[in-house]
């Protein structure tokens, strides 16, 4: 099955300690991305890769950091987390034309303390 | 920066009424897509326009590309406890998407 698998579904944690939200597609995608999701603010993208190797920011990259070692794998990385990072966060894919839908994960849903 | 402004923020209606949520862009799109994301799910794409002034058609929802490229809406007639949910527009442009904030539908049996 096509999918997008992010890990872990639910995070809580403390300031300060680092942790990293893993991300997997099986489509061999192009394109992956990161979105954080805050009520009211819709969705606002982290970072995004083109492909493996090739990393950009979005509109709100401050307090990540991501890698695209593989073309399946697209972590994010919260160094030192702050509580202004509690959020729900999706990880996407695409064929890396920009005209593809994207494909999103369940979600990963931080908190932090 | 390019933004995608979308409206209403929230709806709440009748089931049986009808729906709409409106995407306006600064800047021409070279595309439009939408997602429906249900309550404690994900957004999951509904349809893509590309062509000026497009519509098109999914059973009761309707959505349409603006002439400019630079503004387009999603309808749905008569609507269901089924349609509850967040609707998104994005909008592609060079090469990566702006998504709107979203319109929360909700419906009252």
């Known amino acids: 099955e096509a999918q997008v698998t992010q890990n872990p579904r639910y995070l809580i944690t403390v300031t300060g300690k680092k942790l990293t939200v893993t991300c997997s597609q099986n489509m061999n995608h192009e394109y992956m991305s990161w979105y954080r999701q805050d009520p009211g603010l819709g969705l606002r993208q982290i970072y995004y890769s083109m492909n493996v190797e090739v990393t950009d920011k979005g509109d709100v990259p401050e307090g990540y950091k991501v890698s695209r070692k593989e073309k399946r794998n697209f972590p994010l990385i919260l160094e030192s987390p702050s509580p202004n990072q509690t959020s729900l966060y999706f990880c996407?894919?695409?064929?890396?034309?920009?005209?593809?839908?994207?494909?999103f994960g369940n979600g990963t849903r931080l908190t932090v303390t | 920066g390019q933004q995608v402004m979308q409206i209403p923020q929230y709806q709440h209606v009748q089931e049986g009424e009808d729906f709409t949520t409106y995407c306006n862009s600064s800047t021409t799109l070279s595309n439009i897509q939408w997602y429906k994301q249900r309550p404690g799910g994900h957004p999951v794409f509904l349809i893509q326009l590309v062509k000026s002034g497009e519509v098109k058609k999914q059973k009761r929802l309707t959505f349409q590309f603006g002439e400019a490229k630079k503004n387009s809406s999603l309808h749905i007639t008569a609507t269901q406890t089924t349609d509850v949910g967040t609707y998104f527009c994005a909008g592609g442009s060079q090469g990566n998407l702006i998504f709107g904030k979203g319109t929360k539908l909700s419906v009252k049996p």
């Open positions: 996407a894919s695409r064929v890396g034309a920009g005209n593809s839908p994207l494909h």
